[in-house]
């Protein structure tokens, strides 16, 4: 069931959501050759806490960590660690602050030191198909209309789209209805209306599209090996158009 949410709601949406960008920006700034991401978790949970919020994921389905660390060809779920962050390696950082019930869900994938340009090109196509799929998130579009364009902005430069995992709703849960695929058919699924607060969040992956978890039960990797990215924000769609709630300004 989607839950809608009024202006009101949308209001603390947005308080939450722009502690949920600080702390990926606390994150960010964390990532450098030499630090462990157990390090950066650190500096994540200590942000969100000095804020009087608290971190989304911790203990979210039994996560270890406030925020899921992926690195290279991992795609999602990294668990923090004693890993260590080398040069040139990219770096997802999955993170959600709850803040008076509500909570913001963002991910951005960061480099360490400087990238390689393969690196960089799916970084930047990842990005930007983020935003190609807000910009379908409008009232009178459908989810499907998300999906497609996304997968379509991904596709036509040569990379892949994980099935396996997809963007959500969100509110007073984590994860709510509706699923937000990052492939399918424009015009199918369901229609987007004022006051629906999702998350999008394509992982896109330099190989092909095939992913494995790993016996931890948590880290998604690619199968070939490949690089992979992530980037997420919070939305909300409204009458004036989507509202990126996780805007850390
Ligand atoms: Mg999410």
């Not at 970084?123 to 190609?132: A, G, N, R, W």
């Not at 699924?189 to 494995?212: D, K």
């Amino acid at each position: 069931m989607v839950i809608l949410k009024t202006a009101n709601t949308i209001k603390k949406m947005r308080e939450a959501g722009r502690l949920s960008a600080l702390a990926l920006k606390v994150g960010g700034e964390a990532v450098k050759p030499g630090v462990t991401t157990a390090e950066i978790d650190k500096a994540i949970y200590d942000f969100i806490v000095s804020q009087g919020a608290t971190p989304s994921f911790l203990n979210l389905y039994g996560f270890p960590a406030s925020a899921c660390i992926s690195v290279n060809d991992e795609l999602i779920h990294g668990i923090p660690g004693n890993r260590v962050i080398n040069e040139g390696d990219i770096v997802s950082i999955d993170v959600g602050a709850c803040l008076d019930g509500y909570h913001g869900d963002n991910a951005a994938t960061f480099v360490a030191g400087t990238a390689s340009e393969e690196a960089q090109k799916l970084l930047d196509v990842t990005k930007q198909s983020l935003f190609k799929g807000i910009e379908a998130a409008v009232v009178g579009n459908r989810i499907g209309d998300i999906s497609n364009a996304v997968q379509t902005y991904c596709e036509e430069r040569g990379y892949s789209v994980v099935r396996e995992f997809v963007g959500h709703g969100i509110g007073r849960d984590v994860h709510e209805d509706p699923e937000v695929p990052n492939f399918g058919a424009a015009g199918h699924g369901p229609r987007l209306v004022n006051g629906m607060c999702i998350a999008i969040e394509p992982m896109i992956n330099a190989g092909t599209r095939f992913v494995s978890t790993d016996s931890n039960g948590w880290t998604v990797r690619t199968k070939d090996g490949k690089l992979s990215a992530h980037f997420e924000h919070t939305i909300a769609i409204t009458d004036n158009g989507p509202i990126i709630l996780t805007d850390p300004d």
